[in-house]
């Protein structure tokens, strides 16, 4: 199946550009094409609540008053999408 070979090498060329060229990642980033429609602050937003995500993931022991009911239903929303 020479389509799937194919495939497979632009899969390869797409891992090597992203994880070794860091300047194309944040240029071709899909996030950055959403994320370009916000304000600042909501990109602020984002950027805190990965940061809480990765803590969290971690096993930072947060307790329930350590964020709001809007920041812990992002973080569940971002657990949802990152295990998929």
Do not use: C
């Not at 990642?25 to 429609?37: D, F, G, V, W």
Request: glycine letters at 4%; hydrophobic letters at 35%; a positive charge.
């Amino acid at each position: 199946m020479p389509e799937l070979e194919v495939a497979y090498k632009k899969f390869l060329n797409r891992v090597h550009e992203e994880t070794e060229n860091p300047e194309w990642n944040i240029e071709n980033h899909p996030a950055r094409k959403i994320l370009s429609r916000y304000s600042d602050g909501f990109r602020n937003w984002v950027n805190y609540l990965e940061s809480m995500f990765l803590l969290k993931k971690g096993g930072y022991p947060f307790g329930k008053n350590d964020l709001n009911m809007t920041e812990w239903k992002a973080l569940a929303l971002l657990e949802k999408f990152q295990s998929k």
